[in-house]
């Protein structure tokens, strides 16, 4: 079921929020055991909220975000190492994500933003680099696979670096966000429009 909603849901990926699936969080910890062999894989909703936003255009600290995540299909089992496709403001990123212990993982990547000087946009003004952590929190046993049913993760951009002569101010911006499996079938397209937010 998890490749046949892959299939369907990589046609386009990006921004148009279709309902999220009524998955609810186990309401009692599951045991580390299950936690470390949770898998990945498949369509996440993701909500989350901005925690900074310093000289960001268009994001604002305490700003509300809703987010879909894709981790494409990999290896049984918990990986070493998770690709994911995570959808931002006007983008979409590719991050590798590594195991770093059980149920937890994290990767860095980095993104081009568009900075406006003198009255000229360049599309390419600044590099933001960012990681993403993420903790497997909630799993399920489905036969001879654990699927992970929710987890925690951050998004921490520290600051930018100018690819132009401008001058600009300093900026950086972080976010955190609670993910859980999307709707079967989820389609997300993202919006052409540029924009410099990265949560």
């Given at each position: 079921?998890?490749?046949?909603?892959?299939?369907?849901?990589?046609?386009?990926?990006?921004?148009?929020?279709?309902?999220?699936?009524?998955?609810?969080?186990?309401?009692?910890?599951?045991?580390?055991?299950?936690?470390?062999?949770?898998?990945?894989q498949?369509?996440?909703?993701?909500?989350?909220?901005?925690?900074?936003?310093?000289?960001?255009?268009?994001?604002?600290?305490?700003?509300?975000?809703?987010?879909?995540?894709?981790?494409?299909?990999s290896?049984?089992?918990?990986?070493?190492?998770?690709?994911?496709?995570?959808?931002r403001?006007?983008?979409?990123?590719?991050?590798?994500?590594?195991?770093?212990?059980?149920?937890?993982?994290?990767?860095?990547?980095?993104?081009?933003?568009?900075?406006?000087?003198?009255?000229?946009?360049?599309?390419?003004?600044?590099?933001?680099?960012?990681?993403?952590?993420?903790?497997?929190?909630?799993?399920?046993?489905?036969?001879?696979?654990?699927?992970?049913?929710?987890?925690?993760?951050?998004?921490?951009?520290?600051?930018?670096?100018?690819?132009?002569?401008?001058?600009?101010?300093?900026?950086?911006?972080?976010?955190?966000?609670?993910?859980?499996?999307?709707?079967?079938?989820?389609?997300?397209?993202?919006?052409?429009?540029?924009?410099?937010?990265?949560?």
């Amino acid at each position: 079921m998890h490749a046949r909603r892959l299939i369907i849901g990589l046609v386009v990926l990006g921004v148009t929020p279709p309902a999220l699936a009524a998955t609810a969080a186990p309401t009692r910890s599951p045991p580390k055991q299950l936690l470390a062999r949770a898998h990945l894989q498949g369509f996440y909703g993701v909500s989350g909220v901005v925690t900074r936003a310093n000289n960001v255009p268009g994001e604002s600290k305490g700003e509300l975000v809703t987010r879909f995540w894709a981790f494409p299909a990999s290896c049984p089992g918990q990986c070493r190492r998770i690709v994911l496709v995570r959808q931002r403001t006007g983008g979409k990123d590719t991050v590798v994500l590594h195991r770093r212990k059980p149920a937890y993982y994290s990767g860095t990547e980095s993104f081009n933003a568009p900075v406006r000087c003198n009255g000229r946009l360049y599309k390419n003004g600044e590099r933001a680099k960012f990681t993403i952590t993420l903790r497997i929190t909630g799993a399920v046993a489905q036969n001879d696979l654990v699927e992970a049913t929710s987890f925690t993760a951050t998004y921490n951009n520290p600051g930018r670096v100018a690819l132009t002569r401008c001058v600009t101010l300093p900026s950086s911006d972080a976010a955190r966000y609670l993910g859980s499996p999307a709707a079967f079938g989820v389609t997300l397209k993202v919006p052409s429009r540029r924009s410099s937010t990265g949560s």
